[in-house]
């Protein structure tokens, strides 16, 4: 017997089945992968939700912060947010406040009245910081509005001059994911918003939070652009190609509130036991405008 096979015996005496060691069978290897996909797969919802709670404690944090410069604000002009351009036109209420400017050649969003120096800057950080901006204006789950229903929107077209280089976002679009709460500039208990236009005649510009009746940590100042759209609509109203997206599930919502609290919130039209968008109790809120500025 030669060398080279005695070696080889002795090779396979160690891996012989009295040693207690054997390779796994075919069938045996496909029943591990399927097991082990099985898992993967029961675990993927876990972790896809475990990252969109992530993002959403992201989002109440820059609510937080965002309503901290909101009563810094206040606290000096005793006044909401309100600005005004330099012909003397009111600027858009729901975004007009605050934002990120990412139209340099000209300092207003296209197609609304949303300047560059928005009032509420300079309390939210250091005003020539765009970083800080870039990350308290911006929703982690902001994927942009689309309306009910399909995946048409108008975001790429309104903002196609943008630099921001997110032209699908709210954020990218008009400089930020969140829009005020636009009754609080609307005369208190009027059911049909600011009124005709132009005259506006229950527009408001000077109010504050002494006109606010309703507990202060259910009065609603901010709310994220996508749902909030929907979460104060009927269904019969989102079907009629209403923009808007479930950035944080359906019929959910992160909404920043008067005493400086920020919450996940379930829709419930305008006003319901955890919030309120009109400033003072009144019979049947919900059966006002959707929006103070249409029906």
């Known amino acids: 017997m030669t060398a080279g096979f005695r070696d080889a015996e002795s090779a396979a005496r160690s891996v012989s089945p009295s040693s207690g060691f054997r390779a796994f069978t075919f069938a045996e290897a496909l029943i591990s992968i399927a097991v082990v996909a099985l898992l993967i797969a029961i675990s993927l919802p876990s972790l896809s ?3 969109r709670a992530a993002r959403t404690a992201v989002c109440l944090m820059n ?39 990412w139209y340099p050649s000209t300092g207003i ?11 509420l800057n300079p309390y939210l950080g ?16 902001d994927n942009g509005t689309r309306e009910y229903g399909t995946d048409t929107t108008s975001l790429p077209a309104l903002g196609a001059t943008s630099v921001s280089g997110e032209t699908t976002t709210n954020f990218g679009v008009v400089g930020t994911s969140y829009e005020c709460n636009e009754w609080m500039y609307c005369r208190p208990g009027v059911r049909d918003g600011w009124g005709l236009f132009p005259a506006l005649p229950n527009h408001r510009s000077n109010q504050s939070p002494d ?45 920043g ?15 319901c036991g955890q919030y309120s968008f009109h400033m003072i109790p009144f019979p049947s809120p919900n059966a006002s405008w959707r929006r103070p500025g249409q029906p």
């Open 49 to 51: 939700e475990s990252r």
């Open 63 to 101: 609510h937080r912060q965002i309503v901290a410069g909101w009563a810094a604000y206040i606290n000096d002009y005793h006044t909401f947010p309100f600005g005004w351009d330099a012909a003397g036109y009111r600027t858009h209420e729901r975004w007009g406040w605050g934002g990120v400017n």
């Open 109 to 119: 969003v296209p197609g609304f009245n949303v300047l560059a120096d928005r009032p």
């Open 126 to 141: 250091d005003g020539r910081r765009i970083e800080y901006r870039l990350s308290v204006f911006r929703c982690p789950c």
């Open 211 to 255: 006109h606010v009746a309703v507990s202060p940590s259910r009065f609603v100042v901010l709310a994220d652009s996508g749902p909030v759209n929907w979460m104060q609509s009927t269904m019969a109203e989102r079907q009629n190609h209403l923009g808007g997206n479930w950035w944080h599930g359906a019929e959910r919502g992160p909404m």
């Open 257 to 271: 509130f008067l005493d400086g609290s920020a919450r996940l919130e379930k829709s419930g039209r305008l006003v």
